[in-house]
């Protein structure tokens, strides 16, 4: 007897509808968590549409324990269509977690994480927006997964959750048919993603092009970078001196040439800026120039060599010597695969409704 979820996979693979996505609502919830991963679907059902492909794409509904109108962090309210019995049932495709500051408050409604246990063994894909995570992790269906959360809330998931593997410099992971992904915006990353898997490539650069997106994959992005670490540093010396490291990645930035910057010995400088940054400055100084060759090689103008001067590392062999040790990929493969796209050829609002 095949088990409800190869039941609902198989269905969903046939094509033969469009595939329902809902999305749990819940006070205090993020509103962009909602509306970026809403507008990546809605966008890719149109063009869908343009393409002639009628049945494809997607329907999307909010659901929450008590249906109606849902207030937001943001203090705008969302109206969910149904409650989260009515929906049981239903022949969901993909159902969608967002995140909160008020998650933790869910974690002890008993109905609601019994109702995602069930649901997780029904729906094709599940899958959480930031925080939402924790939620999942809550509910034990983390247990032995890779995931992540929001960057801020990593440590905390793993600590309160060891028994799930947590990838912290991930904006999306997947595991199975249960897929999260890093801080608000991330979900929109994750949700093009699973437009790919559904309708093409070529669709989703579409997708991508009408929202001004990168098609981003899980090796060689990162939600977490040296410009969120400078953010995250009280104000002070180590704070200037991030911002330095920023500003002139192609400068003599070793401990020595900091330190009498910001009139301090060596051996001081190195101790203050792991107290107050929580890392070495040779990291954090490493971290910044590739994010710096990144946004680089993402433009697609200058040679190899040239971005490898321009942001202090070194030639082009030894940058692509980084980015394998660091992304996974080299220099040459990022650029490839994160070059922006081909002009848009045909507006959003030309597409026929």
């Known amino acids: ?35 970026g991963p809403v507008e990546v679907f809605t966008v890719a059902t149109l063009r869908a549409r343009e393409q002639g492909r009628d049945t494809a794409g997607y329907t999307v509904e909010l659901l929450a324990p008590n249906a109606g109108t849902v207030r937001t962090s943001s203090s705008l309210s969302l109206h969910a269509h149904r409650t989260l019995a009515e929906a049981a049932d239903d022949e969901i495709d993909t159902l969608i977690v967002p995140g909160g500051i008020t998650i933790e408050a869910l974690f002890g409604d008993a109905a609601l994480l019994s109702w995602l246990k069930t649901m997780a063994t029904r729906v094709r894909r599940l899958c959480a927006v930031c925080t939402g995570s924790v939620l999942l992790a809550e509910a034990g269906l983390l247990d032995g997964r890779r995931a992540v959360t929001h960057w801020a809330y990593c440590s905390r998931l793993a600590r309160r959750y060891p028994r799930v593997s947590v990838e912290a410099d991930a904006l999306f992971v997947r595991d199975g048919h249960i897929w999260t992904s890093g801080g608000v915006t991330a979900g929109m990353d994750l949700s093009l ?16 092009r009408d929202l001004v997106m990168y098609v981003k994959r899980a090796g ?14 009280d104000q ?27 009139a301090m010995s060596p051996r001081h ?5 792991v107290r107050d940054a929580g890392t070495t400055p040779g990291e954090f100084i490493e971290r910044a120039r590739v994010d710096a060759a990144r946004r680089a090689l993402a433009q697609g103008a200058s040679s190899l060599d040239a971005v490898a001067r321009q942001c202090g590392l070194g030639d082009a062999d030894n940058m692509r010597r980084i980015f394998l040790r ?18 848009l050829t045909a507006p959003i609002g030309t597409l026929n409704h």
């Open 1 to 35: 007897m095949p088990s409800e979820l190869t039941k609902t996979a198989s269905r969903a693979a046939a094509g033969a509808a469009q595939r329902r996505v809902a999305i749990l609502a819940f006070p205090g919830v993020v509103l962009l968590d909602v509306a």
């Open 193 to 208: 993603a699973l437009v790919e898997e559904d309708l093409g490539r070529d669709l989703t650069l579409a997708v991508a």
């Open 220 to 233: 060689g992005q990162s939600q977490f970078s040296a410009e969120l670490a400078a953010q995250a540093t």
């Open 236 to 262: 002070g010396p180590i704070s200037l001196a991030q911002r330095f490291i920023l500003d002139n990645p192609a400068e003599d930035l070793s401990v020595e040439a900091l330190a009498r910057r910001f």
């Open 269 to 273: 400088f190195a101790r203050v800026f």
């Open 326 to 343: 660091r992304l996974g990929v080299t220099a040459r493969e990022y650029r490839a695969r994160f070059a922006p796209p081909a002009p």
